[in-house]
């Protein structure tokens, strides 16, 4: 398959949209065609690695990773995909954990298969040049990022976040790694790193040897491994109890949703899908006004979605050429920090659940459905990231120390160094020029 800009259609090859991120045109890179499948033909794949290499075979088939693509696969997706059942009272809904890799946030799917298809690239290359990855961060970008391509031949990670500005353990796990990757500490905001890796690459010419990569949240090779645990959740749930499913999950720069999207439209039995926001309302004003109108980002306990302007969007303007569809079909819910708080505690109070401050979300969106809506489809609440991640937002609410993975454990015991810069080209340039 061939890959198109959502701006003038300009065709690209895989490894081209892999590598460069954004097209030359400005646009973002989408499958050429969203193909139609037959859902029964995954009936009888029940492991969701065979799952998802058949699922994205589909796509990057007479590419450059199709030989490749059943070790990519099996490689990047290693880790579990938990469903947990929570029916109650004829009202089916369960929690997809996708917080089972690495550094415990879903951002591990998209990351993981990145680097491993870009590190199959540049094996099929003549005289490869090192590739920098550079990366802003707020969070769980930043560290996704970090261990998929930690100790990966010919590749250099530049991790760039805001100083002071992230929690102490996230703020471990970006700066954790050694060997090839760099974290920068940068006196300033998140805007700040974000500008400094857009000027950064405006001047690619100044890093002779190196190319500049960027491994942001809108490269295609992050979003489409994210649609495989949308259509493999479904169809399993479909074969069990003949029903499809609704899935609503917490909403940022809409990637992970989008994602959603795509399974949809590939076929799989997907109902309905809500975007369950914070108190950045961008797309629920929205769906409500039908003007489209980006703002800057307001700070919230579900930092990892404070997005004012969410660039996925212009994927959905890509596919529906008629606004009018496009407004009657998506559907988003803004909740704020105050029901952020209450839903984490009545969670953990009166059902057990220990979620962190995107899940919460996506939960109260369901819990304020009526009994009606409860029972019509089968409701999947998104678990985006493991609570011990936010633990200085969600222990004061629980009063209760959240129990850390083992795998976050071991990272948190690894020594920490990182250098801290002004927000300044030419710093960076000189950070970079280290890695
Ligand atoms: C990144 C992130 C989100 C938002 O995902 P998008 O794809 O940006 O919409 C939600 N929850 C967590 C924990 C995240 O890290």
Redesign the pocket.
């Known amino acids: 398959m061939k890959f198109v800009s959502t701006k003038n259609k300009i065709e690209a090859e895989a490894e081209e949209a892999i590598f460069s991120g954004t097209a030359s045109d400005g646009g973002l890179f989408m499958p050429s065609v969203i193909p139609k499948i037959e859902p029964s033909a995954y009936n009888n794949t029940e492991n969701f690695q065979l799952f998802s290499n058949k699922m994205l075979g589909v796509f990057f088939n007479e590419t450059v990773l199709e030989d490749d693509l059943n070790e990519i696969v099996s490689e990047a997706l290693n880790f579990e995909v938990i469903q947990r059942d929570l029916s109650k009272d004829q009202m089916p809904i369960s929690l997809l954990e996708l917080f089972h890799g690495p550094t415990a946030?879903?951002?591990d799917f998209g990351a993981r298969f990145l680097a491993a298809s870009m590190s199959k690239i540049i094996k099929k290359q003549a005289n490869p040049k090192a590739v920098t990855i550079l990366v802003a961060t707020s969070g769980?970008t930043g560290s996704a990022v970090a261990s998929a391509f930690h100790n990966r031949q010919g590749f250099n990670v530049v991790v760039l976040f805001p100083n002071g500005r992230v929690s102490p353990r996230q703020q471990h796990q970006l700066t954790c790694w050694g060997n090839n990757v760099v974290s920068v500490a940068i006196n300033g905001e998140f805007d700040d790193c974000q500008r400094l890796t857009k000027e950064a690459f405006a001047q690619e010419g100044k890093f002779k040897n190196q190319t500049l990569c960027s491994a942001n949240?809108i490269n295609i090779g992050r979003l489409l491994p994210q649609a495989t645990y949308y259509a493999w959740s479904s169809q399993r749930y479909f074969l069990k109890h003949g029903m499809q499913t609704s899935f609503i999950i917490?909403?940022?720069?809409?990637?992970?949703?989008f994602a959603c999207f795509i399974a949809k439209e590939m076929g799989f039995p997907i109902e309905n899908i809500v975007f369950a926001t914070n108190a950045n309302r961008t797309i629920p004003d929205f769906l409500e006004t039908g003007f489209w109108q980006p703002r800057p980002t307001t700070p919230t306990l579900a930092s990892?979605?404070d997005?004012g302007n969410p660039s996925n969007m212009e994927r959905f303007f890509h596919v529906f050429d008629n606004p009018e569809t496009l407004l009657d079909t998506l559907r988003a819910v803004s909740v704020t920090d105050e029901q952020i708080t209450n839903q984490i505690r009545s969670e953990y109070l009166d059902n057990q659940i220990l979620c962190?401050p995107?899940t919460a979300t996506a939960l109260h969106v369901y819990r304020e459905f009526s009994n009606k809506e409860k029972k019509e489809t089968h409701w999947c609440i998104v678990a985006?990231?493991h609570p011990s991640k936010f633990e200085q937002t969600v222990e004061p609410i629980i009063g209760e120390e959240i129990a850390v993975p083992e795998r976050l454990r071991a990272l948190l015991e690894l020594d920490s160094s990182f250098v801290t810069i002004d927000p300044e080209l030419n710093q960076l340039i000189e950070a970079i020029a280290s890695a």
Request: charged residues 10%; hydrophobic residues 40%; glycine residues 10%.
């Open positions: 946030a879903f951002k769980d949240s917490p909403t940022g720069n809409l990637g992970n949703a990892a979605m997005v962190c995107h985006t990231a």
